[in-house]
């Protein structure tokens, strides 16, 4: 049998992983673990995913459709004592923020107008979460713990934001949303550790690494992630990356502008390890909807990001390999743009 794109995309992005793990351990020594500038600025947030304003999309929800995300992030300096010493004693000396992210995510089958949807399709699924998180800073990294708690089911409201985009945008209801997982209660720990590798100078031009480690575990899901971004710009110390919904290579929405407008172009790539993900496996105590889950994803991205006085914007394009066996239309894309502002 001849290995489909999906297969052979996944093993390429995998095997990448080695080396972006290699870059990261080889290059932890050299890389001081000093105190970055205390910052008093706070950040707020808003980003949308779509898989709609994908290039080449020809508008037709399914998988991952959509996700929403509004976020505030504390200045340094901000975090109680006992947390911020338990955050020390983990990762080393630092600056700690507190960031606190409500986030809604809504999946559908690829065919939303098969009514009962195919039984080995991805089901309908709408999940409503709050995220608190301790960001900690050093020199060269960044480490992030939070929690995840909320619900997936209708209570979540997908069907109604869905509808109801639909509505505004002269666009078909859909109707298969009776279908969706039920309402069931969820909790994640979640923690990433991003590495900053300066690669060098050439043309006024500064390139560097953000190799990643990340995962979580809760009944939303299971799951390890490994990559690293690469980026070619001027300020690359402004960040450590773009922001992305979770699971993905997320650099945080923390930001501090170290000239006078930094900007950068990025290439990245991850794969994840999928032990479980209630969006697909259906409901944990009650029987529901499912779909046959692939264990190992892959995606690539590609993007931007630009900071203009105190505002960052940034627009991500990823392409992802399969979530569920059997998956239609081959490589699942969708794109991610993301507003901050310091203040």
Known sequence: MQPNRNSLFRLALLSSLSATALLATA??????????????????????????????SKLTDKYYVNGFRFGWTSPTGSVPAPLSNIDDWIWGKGRDRLSFDFSQAIYTPSDTQTIPPNP??????????????LVHDSMFSRSTLGVQAGLVGP??????????FHSVIDRGKVDGWGYQIHDEPVFDLLAEKIWRVPLGRAGGLDFDALPEAAGGVGNLRDYGLAGSVFRIGQGLDSDYGVARLNPGLS????????????????????????????????????HSASASRQPYVGEMEIGFAVILGQARISYTQVIQTEEIKGQQGGLHQFGSLAVSLRY
């Open 27 to 56: 290059s932890a020594p050299a890389l001081a673990q000093a105190l970055p500038p205390a910052d008093a600025a706070a950040i707020w947030s808003i980003q949308d995913e779509n898989s709609s304003i994908a290039p080449g």
């Open 120 to 133: 080995s399709d991805r089901p309908y699924a709408g999940v409503l979460t709050v995220t608190g998180s």
């Open 155 to 164: 209570d979540a409201m997908a069907k109604e934001v869905q509808n109801g």
């Open 251 to 286: 650099g945080t929405d923390v930001y501090v502008p170290t000239r006078r407008v930094p900007w950068y172009v990025f290439a990245g790539l991850d794969g994840q390890l999928v032990a479980h993900d209630i969006t697909i496996d259906g409901n944990t105590f009650r």
